[in-house]
Every structure is written in structure tokens, then in C-alpha cells.
T-cell receptor
Framework: NAGVTQTPKFRVLKTGQSMTLLCAQD?????MYWYRQDPGMGLRLIHY???????AKGEVPDGYNVSRLKKQNFLLGLESAAPSQTSVYFC?????????????FGPGTRLTVL | GIQVEQSPPDLILQEGANSTLRCNFS?????LQWFHQNPWGQLINLFY???GTKQNGRLSATTVATERYSLLYISSSQTTDSGVYFC???????????FGTGTRLTIIP
């Protein structure tokens, strides 16, 4: 049981390049989330998904796209990277069962856009 | 949107000391969680506590929903408690968490 994994762990891009971040979970959770964390700030929600084939915008969705083609995977895409997207990106999935309500986070992806 | 404020922003304590971290929120919530981010960046869920009191070892949390605040207590601090503690809340029907800016706790041996 690997929990939530993220690929890659680090990446450096040039302005205008594109890339896809992969999040995978093996806990059969319906809800998945993408956050970004900037220095001195809490996590801000980019996009989320409440189940396979669904996606919704979060607090800071501009410049990002997502897809949830399979229940276990949630992809975050940057079509044309900008320096403002330099950040640490976290994926999470949600276990919601009765009184239990817990988000599990991946280890993060550190992205630098030059 | 909902505002989540955490205090203090920074806290430096000697090993063995007790601490209280506070989270204030500006609207009624149906979900409140406390997280710990360790110095390596890993985020761990500590408590799901929309109301009432819970305890887990040296950590406990209390949420007074009617007064819109939550407290996280850490007793007999250890160096491994160092890191950033985040409070996150969800407004009814919103399906997503809003995070506070965190309290950075440093425990000195």
C-alpha cells in the first residue's frame, strides 16, 4: 500500500514549456485534490475531483488543467509554464467514512520555472 | 470566501514545554482539520475535529464551532514536533478545504 505518490519529485522548466504532474493513489478514494504551496503561505487549492471523470476548479485554477480518466490517477497539466507557477505542488486524496474524514498527502513536487 | 487565521505565526520552545496553537475562522464550518508539515515537507493529518475535543497521545484538539475557533495543544514537546501546523476548514456544501497560513513551531533541545 503506497498511499499517495507523485511524479516527478523535482522539475525545472523554462518559461513557455509544458509538463504534466502525475498523482496516483491506491486507496480507492473518490476525492482527489491538487494544491500549491508558496513560501510563508498555506496550501491553496488548484483543482479537485469528486470521482472518476469529474473535475472542478479550486481557488487558483488559472494556468492549470486537470484530468481524472482513472479513479486512481489525477493529472495536473501546465500548458505554458510561467515563473509565477514556481511552487511546491501537493496532491491529496480523501478518506471519508462515517466519522472518519482524513486527507492523505503525497510527498510533493518542487517545480521551478525559469 | 472564508478567512482562516492562525496564531501565533511562530513559536520557539524548549523541549518539554507545552504549547497552544489557535485557529480562528470567519464562517460556520462542517469540517475542520489540523495538519503537521514536518521539516522535510511531508503533510500529516492530525485531527478531524469539526466540534468537540479529541486526544491522541501528547496532542489534543478542541473546536468550539459556535465561537468559530479551534485549539491544538501539544504537551511535553519533543524536537520531532517541530514543523508547521496548519488548520484547514470546509464550509457547508463547499467540498474543499481552505488552509490557514500556519504556525511554525521550533522545539529546541
Amino acid at each position: 500500500n503506497a498511499g499517495v505518490t507523485q511524479t516527478p519529485k523535482f522539475r525545472v522548466l523554462k518559461t513557455g514549456q509544458s509538463m504534466t504532474l502525475l498523482c496516483a493513489q491506491d486507496m480507492n478514494h473518490e476525492y482527489m485534490y491538487w494544491y500549491r504551496q508558496d513560501p510563508g503561505m498555506g496550501l491553496r487549492l488548484i483543482h479537485y475531483s469528486v470521482g472518476e471523470g469529474t473535475t472542478a476548479k479550486g481557488e487558483v485554477p488559472d494556468g492549470y488543467n486537470v484530468s481524472r480518466l482513472k479513479k486512481q490517477n489525477f493529472l495536473l497539466g501546465l500548458e505554458s509554464a510561467a515563473p509565477s507557477q514556481t511552487s511546491v505542488y501537493f496532491c491529496a486524496s480523501l478518506r471519508a467514512q462515517g466519522e472518519i474524514y482524513e486527507q492523505f498527502f503525497g510527498p510533493g513536487t518542487r517545480l521551478t520555472v525559469l | 470566501g472564508i478567512q482562516v487565521e492562525q496564531s501565533p505565526p511562530d513559536l520557539i520552545l524548549q523541549e518539554g514545554a507545552n504549547s497552544t496553537l489557535r485557529c480562528n475562522f470567519s464562517d460556520s464550518v462542517n469540517n475542520l482539520q489540523w495538519f503537521h508539515q514536518n521539516p522535510w515537507g511531508q503533510l500529516i493529518n492530525l485531527f478531524y475535529i469539526p466540534s468537540g475535543t479529541k486526544q491522541n497521545g501528547r496532542l489534543s484538539a478542541t473546536t468550539v464551532a459556535t465561537e468559530r475557533y479551534s485549539l491544538l495543544y501539544i504537551s511535553s514537546s519533543q524536537t520531532t514536533d517541530s514543523g508547521v501546523y496548519f488548520c484547514a476548514v470546509e464550509v457547508f456544501g463547499n467540498e474543499k478545504l481552505t488552509f490557514g497560513t500556519g504556525t511554525r513551531l521550533t522545539i529546541i533541545p
